[in-house]
């Protein structure tokens, strides 16, 4: 089991390999690749948004949302059906929504990249941002994990112990690292935001904040 959360409705919803359920109260219902939108076996990450819609990062798969019934799929099995952003990685490692509605989706790999969805109309295909090393000024290497904070903040923890921080009132990111903050040089494992503009992140045996 990798990943729980609990959508607007009070349903409890937990993934991991081979699965991902949804328990009501009373009733477990399995939703796999063969039933589903879902296109791979490994599923990571679930984020529900503020429109209750649900969203799944997996490996090879990318990221799918589900839009109840709807499904889409930003993967390399969609068959062209929607955009499929993965030009150089496939793997979807998370996804969340910002203090504009903002949703962000975060592929991992040595060429990784995000993508921003304006306002989270994620059928409005051309509004979509990609930000990647070439255009962010930023190393994009490796994102496991997207955060934001209620301030207007989008952070992303890199494998590599680091964090770009994207600020929506100027449109840029920071590099944070162990020279210009308190981040350690190793051991970054996740983060979790808090009101007041407040993000924490887990550091092995430790958190800062």
């Given at each position: 089991m990798?990943?729980?959360?609990?959508?607007?409705?009070?349903n409890y919803w937990s993934c991991?390999?081979?699965?991902l359920e949804k328990y009501d109260g009373t009733t477990w219902k399995t939703y796999t690749r063969y039933n589903t939108g879902l296109v791979d076996y490994i599923n990571n990450q679930i984020f529900v948004d503020s429109k209750n819609r649900k969203w799944f990062a997996n490996d090879e798969g990318g990221i799918q949302v589900f839009d109840c019934p709807h499904w889409e799929d930003y993967g390399k099995f969609n068959q062209g059906l929607f955009p499929s952003l993965q030009n150089n990685t496939p793997?979807?490692?998370?996804?969340?929504?910002?203090?504009?509605?903002?949703?962000?989706?975060?592929?991992?790999?040595?060429?990784?990249?995000?993508?921003?969805?304006?306002?989270?109309?994620?059928k409005n295909y051309a509004s979509w941002v990609l930000w990647d090393n070439t255009n962010a000024g930023a190393n994009f290497q490796t994102p496991e994990e997207v955060?934001?904070?209620?301030?207007?903040?989008?952070?992303?923890?890199?494998?590599?112990?680091?964090?770009?921080?994207?600020?929506?009132?100027?449109?840029?990111?920071?590099?944070?690292?162990?020279?210009?903050?308190?981040l350690p040089p190793i051991g970054l494992l996740c983060m979790e935001p808090r009101a007041g503009g407040k993000m924490y992140f887990g550091v092995l045996c430790s958190f800062i904040f």
């Open positions: 990798y990943d729980v959360r609990i959508d607007n409705n009070g991991g390999i081979g699965f793997i979807g490692s998370s996804v969340t929504e910002d203090s504009y509605g903002d949703i962000w989706m975060t592929y991992y790999g040595g060429y990784g990249y995000a993508i921003q969805i304006p306002n989270g109309d994620y955060e934001a904070d209620d301030s207007g903040h989008v952070f992303m923890r890199l494998y590599n112990s680091t964090v770009q921080m994207y600020n929506h009132t100027t449109n840029t990111f920071t590099n944070l690292n162990s020279s210009n903050s308190g």
